[in-house]
Structure formats: C-alpha cells, structure tokens
C-alpha cells in the first residue's frame, strides 16, 4: 500500500444516502465495509465525521440561535454520526475507537494526540468527532488538524464528485477535472477545495490532499494502494 497512515474526512451529509434526514444504514454498511479493506492491509486509520445530515438541516430553518450555540450543536450532531460508525465498524469485526473535540464523557473519550496515536498502533480505527472543539471552526478544518497531529501520510478527503474541476462540473459542461495540483496553483484559481483554515495549515505543513468519490465501492481501497483516483493536492 502507498500510504500507511490516512486520515478520512467524511460530510455528515455522505451518511444520508438515500434518506432524506439522518443516517442511511445501507451507506454506513458501504463505507464500514470500504474502511475495512483498508485496514486489514495494516493501514492506519483515522476518520474526522462532520454532522451536516444532523445539524444543517435545523439551520436552515432561520430559527434565530447563535451561532456559537448552532457550532457546539454541530459539533454533538458528529458525535452522534461517530457513534453510528463506531457501530457499524465494530459490527463488521473491526475495532474502533471514538474521540471528541468537547468533552462529552462517558459517551466517548476526549481526544488527545497521545490517546489517538496509541489506539491506532493497537490497531482500531480512530474516530475523531466534535471537531476541533471550538465554535467558528469546521470539521475540515478538523481534519486537517488532526492529521498533522497524528503524522498521516495524506488526508484522504471523500466526496460525492470524483475530483476537483477547474468549475463546478454540475452546472458546466466544460469544466476540466485535474489530476494533480499544486496548493499554490489551487489557491490562485480559487478552487473551493476545503475552507481556506484547513487548505492552509496542509499548505503549510506540506499535507497533501487528495479529494476523491467516496460513493463508489472500492475507491477508498484504489487511494490508498497509489492508483490514480481523483485529484490529488500537493504541496
């Protein structure tokens, strides 16, 4: 395998499939069964899971909360969405390990670098939930965090689209999808690849990304072996 540690970050809005609000069960089975593959070739896995399918959809609604309130309510809605993975994976004969960027004890175990890094050498999957744990943060912003501080090899960003175009490929036709790009050329093309948090801390530690469609079976295992899925991002 090419990389030997990852670290997955995947929407709350992924876990919808074909549901119209929370988690679609078949969708969670597809990617427990995806981060299975993985693992079982001694792939170091951690995962950062936003809460979208939870949360946005009360956002939406213009029901006046703050928006430091609305983040902490966010940031529980992943929790809820790593306990269903955690659930899932474990069902599927894996370990698995949940962390939180608030302290929500005993439901899960505050992260730490330290405690993070030790369960993925006892070889569970690392879940990591509640975001960074402060408000006006996102989970990408999470994510790319996290696998700084847990020395992954690259950040594994799962979408519905198959990598990133030069324009949105829904409502053009002609926009090009790149396979590789540098951080410096996606940021003067001011190409929405993550939020600008998160694409400059991989910037500048040198992190690359790679944005891939998590939706298909089998991608995530194609990644992580080195073939040339989606679009990687490098420094």
Do not use: W
Request: hydrophobic residues 40%.
């Amino acid at each position: 395998m090419k990389y030997k540690r990852i670290l997955l970050k995947l929407s709350g809005e992924s876990l919808l499939g074909n549901e119209q609000h929370g988690i679609d069960s078949q969708k969670l089975m597809s990617f427990a069964l995806d981060i299975k593959d993985v693992v079982l070739h001694d792939v170091g896995v951690g995962i950062v899971i936003g809460g979208g399918n939870i949360y946005r959809g009360m956002r939406n609604q213009d029901n006046g909360i703050d928006r430091v309130q609305g983040d902490y309510m966010g940031m529980l809605a992943t929790v809820i969405n790593g306990l269903a993975l955690q659930s899932e994976l474990e069902k599927q004969g894996l370990k698995a390990a949940l962390f939180s960027g608030i302290s929500v004890e005993p439901v899960c175990s505050f992260f730490t670098r330290k405690r993070a890094n030790q369960a993925i050498e006892k070889n569970k999957v690392v879940i990591i939930s509640g975001g960074i744990g402060n408000p006006f943060f996102t989970t990408d912003s999470a994510a790319a965090l996290r696998a700084l501080e847990m020395q992954a090899d690259v950040l594994l960003k799962g979408t519905r689209v198959d990598g990133i175009y030069s324009d949105d490929p829904e409502k053009n036709p002609n926009a090009v999808k790149f396979d590789s790009i540098s951080f410096d050329e996606a940021y003067h093309m001011h190409l929405n690849i993550m939020d600008l948090t998160a694409f400059t801390l991989c910037r500048d530690n040198n992190m690359p990304i790679i944005v891939f469609n998590m939706d298909k079976p089998g991608n995530l295992f194609k990644v992580v072996a080195g073939e040339k899925i989606g679009t990687l991002v490098y420094p």
